[in-house]
């Protein structure tokens, strides 16, 4: 009687031993995989430059995701519906999701920075009415430093979706300058002592030549554009003194900058 149980249980058993061994055998294989697509991506992200942070991220996104997959796969083996396992996740999901619009929108938006790469630490941006220096491109957010000691966090998903202008994405920049003179000036003499200005700095580039020339007739005064090409590093430097040295040598050649003035006619 005991022989006849054993013979009818015994292929039961082996095909229960079979299955389990078939099981740790593809959990094994899968989690050799897992690691080895985990090491592929942490190469890939290393090699792109990714912030750290990211990179931590992602790797954790992927273990978690390859690891559930799997689970489920080893579950399905043995005969267990899954099935109410991937809708119960599907629920948490879109409630989580509707919960957190907010922060996954400000999360796509560091994905899209992070690859698109309009910016990169270190640049001069303006974006969203602040502007700074770009100092911490998080998973959330992107950190500026002000010219006046201040941090500005904006979030990426504002970011991602406004107009960024990068004013370190060139090595030259053209500094747009003007100045006013008396409409009894003589031009040529006021351009040519502009011009001389202008020749003697050695951070103001020869290619592309600068522009000095007359803009248009205000109310007040002629109005001369000043419009030198220059590294993007040495671009306030350049401006700041340029500025002052023009008001100098015009004050110097005599040579009137003009103020707001109006011509008022009294009738008796």
Avoid at 74 to 88: H, K, N, V
Wanted: proline letters at 3%.
């Amino acid at each position: 009687m005991e022989w006849d149980m054993l013979e009818k249980l015994f292929p039961k058993i082996l095909s229960g031993g079979m299955s389990i061994i078939w099981s740790l055998a593809c959990l094994f294989i899968g989690v050799k995989v897992i690691n080895f697509l985990r090491k592929l991506l942490r190469g890939a992200l290393e090699r792109s430059n990714v912030d750290t942070g990211v990179a931590q991220f992602l790797d954790a996104l992927v273990k978690f995701t390859a690891y559930a997959v799997l689970i489920l796969a080893l579950l399905a083996r043995f005969g267990i519906q899954t099935t109410s396992f991937i809708t119960l996740l599907g629920s948490a999901g879109v409630a989580i999701g509707l919960s957190l619009q907010g922060s996954l929108a400000n999360f796509a938006g560091g994905i899209l920075i992070l690859v698109l790469k309009p910016f990169v630490v270190g640049d001069y941006i303006s974006a969203c009415g602040c502007e700074g220096t770009v100092t911490e491109i998080s998973l959330f957010s992107t950190t500026l430093h002000s010219a006046d000691n201040r941090n500005v966090v904006i979030p990426n998903g504002t970011l991602s979706n406004s107009n960024i202008i990068d004013y370190s994405a060139n090595e030259t920049r053209r500094v747009d300058m003007s100045v006013d003179v008396a409409y009894n000036s003589d031009l040529k003499h006021a351009r040519r002592v502009i011009e001389e200005i202008l020749d003697k700095d050695e951070k103001i580039l020869k290619e592309p030549s600068y522009v000095v020339a007359v803009d248009q007739l205000g109310d007040s005064g002629i109005t001369i554009l000043i419009r030198p090409w220059v590294k993007t590093e040495d671009y306030w430097e350049v401006k700041w003194r340029t500025l002052e040295q023009v008001h100098n040598r015009l004050n110097e050649e005599n040579i009137d900058i003009p103020f707001p003035q109006m011509t008022i006619h009294m009738e008796n």
